[in-house]
């Protein structure tokens, strides 16, 4: 299942609002969207560039549509979202 751009904006939105409530922002993100899979990690686990940066949370798109699943940039292959807490 690939993540439409607007689907992006709309959690970007949703986590640039969220945190002020707390710092674990997956349980209301797989409640706001539900057909999309979410991860949580810290960003000094991941060496790559985000796919965007936000003020407390960078997100990254993973494919997992072969055997090994890799980082992305490109949301028409990405099958789910990293959430990665600054």
């Not at 993540?3 to 707390?22: G, R, Y």
């Not at 990690?41 to 003020?55: C, N």
């Amino acid at each position: 299942m690939c993540i439409s751009t607007e689907t992006m904006n709309e959690i970007e939105s949703s986590l640039l609002d969220f945190h002020q409530l707390s710092n674990n922002p997956l349980p209301m993100l797989k409640d706001c969207f539900p057909k999309t899979s979410f991860l949580r990690m810290s960003a000094a686990d991941i060496d790559e560039a985000p796919f965007r940066s936000l003020d407390n949370y960078n997100l990254y798109l993973l494919d997992g549509r072969e055997h090994c699943v890799q980082l992305t940039s490109d949301l028409s292959t990405a099958t789910a979202i990293v959430v990665a807490h600054k």
